[in-house]
Structure formats: C-alpha cells, structure tokens
Antibody, heavy 121, light 111 residues
C-alpha cells in the first residue's frame, strides 16, 4: 500500500531554515509528480510546490517562491522541501502528496500524515 | 482569499442529501475536467473522494458524487451519515501561474 511519511518539522526562529523530508513506499516513486501542501492552524489547504517525476520541472506558490526549494532523490524514494528565510506566516502542518498523474493536474491521490513547522521567536 | 469559492458551512440530517459548490473561472474549473474533492476529519490528512470531476477512487462510497456546470463544480453526498461530518475541499487544475489552487473549505455538520 502507498505510504508517505514526512519528517523534519519543528520550531525555528524567523529568518531560519528547515528541511522537510517525505519517504515514499508502495508505488513507483520515480514515475509520479509530487507536491507539498500546507495547512496553517485552523485554516484551509494551501498548495506550496510541485516537482515532476524526473525533477525536470518545479512550480511554486507565489508565497514561497525564492525562499523554498522542492527536490527529490528517486534512488532513495524521498521528496524534500528546503525552507529558507522562514516567516511566522509559514507556520503550518506540511503534507507531502502524490500527484495522481504523471504530469501536474492538481489531483492528489495519497497524502502523508503531515509534519508541523512552527516559526516563532 | 482562496481562488476557488466554497460555502463556509453546510448541514444536513442523517439520510438526507447535501451539495457543496465550488466556483472558479474559465481558467480553472470551467476550462478543465480536473476538479477533485477532499475530505478531512479533524487532525487527519485529507483524503481524495472525487477526481476528474466525477470519478470515485476505489474504496470511496458511491454516496459521494461529483458534477460540473460552467465554472461551478459540485460535490453531492447522499444518505448522510454521522461519519461524513468533516471539512471538504475542492481543487482544480489551473492555467494561471498559480498552478495549484484549493477552495477555502466547507465544514459539513450532520445534525
């Protein structure tokens, strides 16, 4: 069965950095695009970033462009999100999610359990 | 402000049917048949309930159905059950530079 397990969340000061990881299993990781989606406390879902199955294309939400970098290691079945210049408004649960298709359609068929990132001094 | 508009809340009694709307534009909902719906219980990850406007993933109850008319997509839940009480989000492919877009979410209360 498909499993996505995020890790790397925690408390970080404003302006700091953090790297999230998402370990994937139960499917051919190298054949699917992957997303990061976040949810601020008590708020709705916000799409953050996408990476194509082969890493050749990456897309970002305007709110994180220039600060966050999505990447993947298909040999390790792992997705990453490098977050720099963190702000209070980045505080959220971060989910990794599998794209249902080979390309970006915005249809997320499996989700991890999420990892909490808190930006606070 | 979310790119897709959903009602903040809907409610219904057990056994009844409810419909949640998701309104976008011709650049997203109206222009593509890639609308999906997600169910989220408190403290849990979202779960895909409908994809490509009206398709159900394996294991999702046939009480859940989706449709689209113009720039508005809809999720209908028939035969409401207590376990359907959750937040529901729509999502759509978009041709805008925003790429990924969700609705603001709808809280379903089963009375």
């Amino acid at each position: 069965q498909v499993q996505l397990v995020e890790s790397g969340g925690g408390v970080v000061q404003p302006g700091g950095s953090l790297r999230l990881s998402c370990a994937a299993s139960g499917f051919t990781f190298s054949s699917y695009g992957m997303h990061w989606v976040r949810q601020a406390p008590g708020k709705g879902l916000e799409w953050v970033a996408f990476i194509r199955y082969d890493g050749s294309n990456k897309y970002y939400a305007d709110s994180v462009k220039g600060r966050f970098t999505i990447s993947r290691d298909n040999s390790k079945n792992t997705l990453y999100l490098q977050m720099n210049s963190l702000r209070a408004e980045d505080t959220a649960v971060y989910y990794c999610a599998k794209e249902k298709s080979i390309r970006f359609l915005g249809e997320f068929d499996y989700w991890g359990q999420g990892t909490l990132v808190t930006v606070s001094s | 402000q979310s790119a897709l508009t959903q009602p903040a809340s809907v409610s219904g009694s057990p056994g009844q049917s409810i419909t949640i709307s998701c309104t976008g534009t011709s650049s997203d909902v109206g222009g593509y048949n890639y609308v999906s719906w997600y169910q989220q219980h408190p403290g849990k990850a979202p779960k895909l309930m409908i994809y490509e406007v009206s398709n159900r993933p394996s294991g999702v109850s046939n009480r859940f159905s989706g449709s689209k008319s113009g720039n508005t997509a809809s999720l209908t839940i028939s035969g409401l059950q207590a376990e359907d009480e959750a937040d529901y989000y729509c999502s759509s492919y978009t041709s805008s530079s925003t790429r990924g877009v969700f609705g603001g979410g709808t809280k379903l209360t089963v009375l």
